[in-house]
């Protein structure tokens, strides 16, 4: 049966409204519960949902949508379970045809009709969390957890967090006004004024294979309540947690009554390049794109028809200086290295450290203790192969185990990376985090990104130097994360001061269960777009308003 968009708008407006309260007190606060206990979600929920999530191995990915007729299967698991499942495959005209031809009466329902198609999405996506975890666990390498967490809830958060953000952008003005003017001894002037939203134009969004969801939501959600239709162009190596999403989307847009082609899926053939024919079509003049800084930086140059929203890689760093728990802050940075095997764009790369040691509720430390009290908490985490997959989860990629030989050849090991047997996946690619001792002498070294369980602990002459390198670094090639650890003030605030001033966000003294590399929604913002490392923020007023234009007519009374 058919619902119309009002009522979904009247079924989730607690939720949004809560939502819109969130981002104005940016206190903590979550639509969906982060734990996949039975307890919250129902004894059959995980089975059901692995279920869902198996059904579609082997098989054709049931979408319907335009399309060549020919299908793709482009997926490898981490995990080395055999996926091999056939997405349905569109050219690029195809594509914007569909999509072009369905925006007028999405544009034409308004932001609160819109909304509500959007919000009902999200509750569509949340009843099936664990099929969409399983989807993203096996095509991003995360553990199942994470991928339920990051995966699941915590990317429905942030779309979430996008739409509220939209919807107040969208609705800060009315849609008609009257206006009156004194015009002397006449009548006064009076007109009634109208002002429409209107969307851009098609919306493309590229997903990035470590976190498919997470990272792609905003962009998604943000461009389709602005009125945007969207195709969805996920990496070759994760397309079944964006398909399961396009699918969900599309099933209730119909069922709202509005065109499914406002949401596309773009699975792309080997060698195809689909992602830089769209993103430069004169029809879109949107593209979010999360990924490496040369494509990045190409998507910036030669989309010049559309905004471009990206996040890239960066230099994350974390300034040690003093501590009055060292191994708090060593369990806290392990765990921090340890998580996914550091396959995190937020994860920390450079550890800045004098080279005469810190002050510490231990005694005074020395460089080699302190790389060493680290690398004997990422150790710890990971001595159990059973215990340990569950946080380092599978290697990516190739290119991180290229990383991985290659920084064997630089600096001195605190910590080698060594391969681990996965107890429940025998094919799985594992490998634990590496911890590297560098000068500060080695920028060539520790200057540019090394993606993956790739540390590096620098000797540095002082915590002033400390701080330099950190604005040096991170004002040159940017950063999504900053850490101090001090029991000085004066350090603390002389660290806030540069992270200001080369826009990175700065966590400070971080020894319990909060880490660096993890952000909350409606709380933390992601990213700054304010250094190299991503030209916008996840989730701000800029991030929403540039999707959307504001049109008026006027008339005489």
Not at 79 to 91: D, I, N, Q
Not at 280 to 299: A, C, M, N, P, Q
Request: charged share 20%.
């Amino acid at each position: 049966m058919t619902e119309t968009p009002q009522p979904l708008y009247d079924r989730h407006a607690d939720t949004l409204n809560r939502a819109l309260t969130a981002i104005t007190e940016r206190g903590y606060w979550s639509a969906y519960p982060e734990s996949p206990s039975p307890r919250v979600y129902g004894e059959t929920a995980a089975a059901d949902g692995k279920a869902a999530f198996e059904a579609y191995l082997g098989g054709d990915f049931p979408l319907d949508q335009p399309g060549t007729g020919e299908r793709v299967a482009t997926e490898a698991s981490p995990f080395g379970v055999e996926l091999a499942v056939r997405y349905p495959h569109a050219g690029t005209d195809e594509l914007i045809r569909a999509a072009s031809a369905a925006l007028p009466a999405w544009r034409d329902a308004g932001p609160q009709a819109r909304v509500g198609v959007c919000l009902e999405i999200l509750g569509r996506l949340h009843k099936h969390i664990f099929e969409l975890a399983n989807a993203v666990q096996f095509t991003s390498g995360q553990a199942f957890v994470m991928a339920f967490q990051a995966g699941g809830a915590h990317a429905l958060d942030r779309a979430l967090e996008a739409l509220a953000y939209a919807y107040a952008e969208m609705t800060r003005h009315p849609g008609t006004a009257g206006w009156e003017k004194s015009a002397g001894k006449g009548d006064p002037l009076r007109m009634t004024k109208t002002f429409h939203v209107v969307p851009r134009g098609v919306a493309l969004v590229i997903g990035c294979n470590t976190f498919p969801t997470w990272n792609s939501y905003p962009g998604l959600f943000a461009s389709l309540v602005t009125g945007n239709p969207v195709i969805v162009k996920p990496h070759p190596r994760a397309v079944l947690p964006l398909a399961i999403t396009v699918k969900y989307a599309r099933e209730v847009l119909a069922e709202a009554g509005f065109d499914p082609n406002l949401v596309l899926l773009a699975a792309e053939a080997p060698g195809e390049k689909l992602a830089s024919d769209l993103a430069l079509h004169r029809s879109v003049k949107i593209v979010d794109f999360t990924g490496s800084t040369e494509y990045g930086d190409w998507l910036e140059t030669h989309a010049r028809q559309a905004s471009v929203y990206t996040e890239k890689a960066g230099l994350n760093t974390v300034v040690i200086d003093s501590t009055d728990d060292f191994a708090g802050m060593c369990r806290n940075l392990g765990f921090t290295l340890t998580l996914y095997s550091g396959q995190m764009c937020t994860t920390s790369q450079n550890i800045l450290i004098p080279a005469g040691g810190i002050d510490t509720d231990q005694g005074h430390k020395s460089f080699d203790e302190v790389a060493g009290g680290i690398a004997a908490a990422v150790g710890k985490l990971t001595a159990d192969p059973a215990r340990g997959v569950e946080l380092t989860g599978a290697i990516v990629n190739d290119g991180v185990l290229e990383r991985l030989a290659d920084v064997t050849k630089v600096g001195e090991p605190v910590l080698e990376s060594r391969a681990v047997a996965h107890p429940a996946y025998a094919d799985a690619v594992v490998r634990t985090p590496t911890i590297v001792k560098l000068t500060a002498d080695d920028a060539e070294t520790y200057g540019r990104e090394w993606f993956g369980p790739i540390s590096f602990a620098i000797a540095t002459d002082s915590t002033a130097h400390s701080l330099e390198l950190l604005r040096r670094t991170v004002g040159e090639k940017g950063a999504l994360t900053a850490g101090v650890y001090s029991t000085d003030e004066s350090v603390l605030d002389a660290a806030e001061a540069v992270a200001v001033e080369v826009g990175v966000h700065l966590s400070c003294n971080l020894t319990g269960g909060v880490f660096v590399n993890q952000s909350a929604a409606f709380s933390d913002f992601h990213g700054s777009g304010a250094n190299a490392a991503a030209n916008s923020a996840l989730t701000d007023g800029a991030y929403v308003a540039n999707r959307f234009r504001i049109v008026q007519s006027r008339r005489h009374v």
